[in-house]
């Protein structure tokens, strides 16, 4: 059973151009997060997708930062006009359900490598 | 919104135990988390406490207190692949995770 997916593991964008980052969560997993990792800091967390659902965006900018779970094929975290700031590591984590208080188990991917020249 | 800290670094020789504390101050708990982080790759699930008292898995235990938001990890035996950052990250509802800044502890032999 494969684990969470994502690509590309490195990414290079100058200023203005936009970043695709590709997540495919485990196989029998339908809830999808994403978190940003600055060096040196811990894991914050940005977005919470269902399947064609966002269920919570609130750790995501408002501006320029836009992510989809589609039925069929990946998600997808966009970022337009990247700045330098944008440049940090990119997690994905997938869950077969959320899970409640009583267990939470969040399983990551390898993380994508955004470097903004 | 949720904070936490846990200390910067840790250094221990090969045997050793190593503790890692966790405080946390958040609106809405469900549970702490650990995860093991190495050279900046996926974390790692560790262990998750949702109750009072100590969780052993192998040579790794957690142990919570709700009534004083605290947490942490131990670390027994250790060994040189257990050189990596280790996150704790609460639970404030079903799905958010929010994680501390990391230790990094460094085994040396």
């Known amino acids: 059973n494969a684990g969470v997916m994502q690509n590309p593991r490195h990414l290079v964008r100058r200023r203005g151009q936009e970043a695709r980052l590709r997540c495919s969560p485990m196989?029998?997993?339908?809830?999808v997060y994403w978190y940003r990792q600055l060096p040196e800091e811990g894991l914050k967390f940005m977005v919470y997708?269902?399947?064609?659902?966002?269920?919570?965006e609130s750790g995501m900018p408002k501006e320029r930062f836009s992510a989809e779970f589609p039925k069929e094929g990946p998600s997808i975290l966009r970022i337009q006009q990247v700045v330098r700031g944008d440049s940090a590591a990119y997690f994905c984590?997938?869950?077969?359900?959320?899970?409640?208080?009583?267990?939470?188990?969040?399983?990551f991917g390898p993380g994508t490598r955004l470097t903004v020249l | 919104g949720q904070s936490l800290e846990q200390p910067s670094e840790v250094t221990a020789v090969e045997g050793a135990i190593v503790q890692i504390n966790c405080t946390y101050q958040?609106?809405?708990?469900?549970?702490l988390s650990w995860y093991q982080q190495h050279d900046g790759g996926a974390p790692t699930f560790l262990s998750y406490?949702?109750?009072?008292g100590l969780e052993e898995t192998g040579r790794f235990s957690s142990f919570l207190s709700r009534s004083d938001s605290y947490g942490y990890l131990l670390l027994q035996e250790l060994q040189m692949k257990d050189s990596a950052s280790y996150f704790c990250?609460?639970?404030?509802?079903?799905?958010?995770?929010?994680f501390g800044a990391g230790t990094t502890v460094t085994v040396r032999a």
């Open positions: 984590a997938s869950s077969p359900s959320p899970s409640g208080p009583s267990y939470n188990e969040q399983f």
């Open positions: 196989k029998g997993h339908s809830h």
């Open positions: 997708l269902q399947k064609e659902n966002i269920i919570d």
């Open positions: 958040t609106s809405g708990f469900y549970g």
């Open positions: 406490n949702a109750l009072d």
């Open positions: 990250a609460v639970s404030s509802n079903d799905y958010k995770l929010s």
